[in-house]
């Protein structure tokens, strides 16, 4: 079993799990890196280069665990949002 889970289905994926405590931890690591990064690049400074590469590496990671989670969250609201709009419109139609 892999320690971080890609499969999820939307109630699941709406409570908070380690994936979301990872995130949670990664993603402040990552705005620093980036931004300090991108500083240091542009002064042209060797671990500017450095810090950019992890941040970015970092990022990837970040968005590697939480994405099946938030797509499946997504899924399940564009699932409602269209019997909304199914409903809405038979109310705007006077229909039962």
């Known amino acids: 079993m892999s320690?971080?889970?890609?499969?999820w289905t939307a109630a699941e994926a709406d409570r908070w799990t380690k994936e979301d405590y990872v995130t949670f931890v990664v993603s402040p690591l990552v705005y620093v890196l980036l931004l300090l990064g991108t500083a240091l690049?542009?002064?042209l400074?060797?671990?500017g280069f450095l810090l950019?590469?992890?941040g970015l590496a970092l990022f990837f990671f970040m968005l590697w665990?939480?994405?099946p989670k938030l797509k499946a969250i997504s899924e399940d609201y564009e699932i409602k949002?269209?019997?909304y709009l199914?409903?809405?419109e038979k109310i705007a139609r006077?229909?039962?």
């Open 3 to 7: 320690w971080i889970k890609r499969r």
């Open 41 to 43: 690049s542009l002064l």
């Open 45 to 47: 400074r060797w671990y």
């Open 52 to 54: 950019l590469g992890i």
């Open 65 to 67: 665990v939480i994405d």
């Open 81 to 83: 949002q269209k019997q």
């Open 86 to 88: 199914e409903d809405l």
């Open 94 to 96: 006077w229909e039962k």
